[in-house]
């Protein structure tokens, strides 16, 4: 099994990032929007923070995953794939990157700039920025609030441009993200 990416697969690491992150995306996703209809406080405040935590954690395995990208090589897809779909493909792996780590960023910032961080028991997860309510409604109503919808649509694209592979085009770029397989 291999651990780095080769031209046409990936790695272990690669894979088992995508994955957790995926999976995480997945739980972080609705609990945010469902996390403020939780009517006991205490409970509340526990799920708050859970959110802001498994948020936290993506950030740092997307700049783990944004490294170990720059350090391996990208599969190509099968050199009969239309220019454009390639160019969409690129476009949507980029922003999908690019919204994963504004999201927690933003999240992060906002948080920390409400004076309201996400703690590991009694320890705070602190940035080196004062507490502003402007920059506090900036990070959560511009960015975090409308890029959640953003990432929920690019997300669901990108599922459902790798079903389109898999079932339509019976490639194997889904199986080379779940197993590593070649592709055809
Ligand atoms: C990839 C990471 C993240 C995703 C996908 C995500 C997603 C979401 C979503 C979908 C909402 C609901 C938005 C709405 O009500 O319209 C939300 C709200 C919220 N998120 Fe995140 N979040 C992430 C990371 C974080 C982080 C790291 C923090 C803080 C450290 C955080 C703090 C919050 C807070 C406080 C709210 C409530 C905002 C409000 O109601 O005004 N999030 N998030």
């Not at 959110?51 to 099968?78: C, D, E, F, Q, S």
């Not at 506090?136 to 592979?165: N, R």
């Amino acid at each position: 099994m291999a651990i780095k990416n080769t031209e046409t697969s990936y790695g272990s690491i690669a894979r088992l990032l995508h994955w957790i992150i995926f999976l995480l995306v997945l739980i972080i996703i609705p609990l945010g929007y469902f996390m403020d209809d939780v009517s006991d406080k205490v409970l509340r405040a526990q799920v708050v923070n859970i959110h802001k935590l498994i948020g936290v954690l993506i950030l740092l395995l997307m700049l783990l995953r944004v490294l170990w990208t720059l350090y391996n090589v990208r599969p190509a897809l099968p050199f009969q794939t239309p220019a454009w779909q390639k160019a969409v493909e690129l476009i949507v792996q980029v922003s999908l990157y690019l919204g994963l780590i504004i999201m927690p960023l933003s999240g992060l910032v906002g948080s920390v700039a409400a004076g309201k961080p996400p703690h590991l028991g009694n320890f705070d997860i602190e940035l080196p920025i004062s507490h502003s309510k402007a920059l506090a409604d900036f990070a959560f109503d511009d960015v975090h609030v409308p890029l959640a919808v953003i990432l929920i649509v690019l997300i669901s694209f990108h599922i459902l441009a790798a079903f389109y592979h898999h079932f339509i085009k019976r490639d194997d770029i889904l199986r080379r993200m779940v197993s590593g397989g070649g592709h055809r």
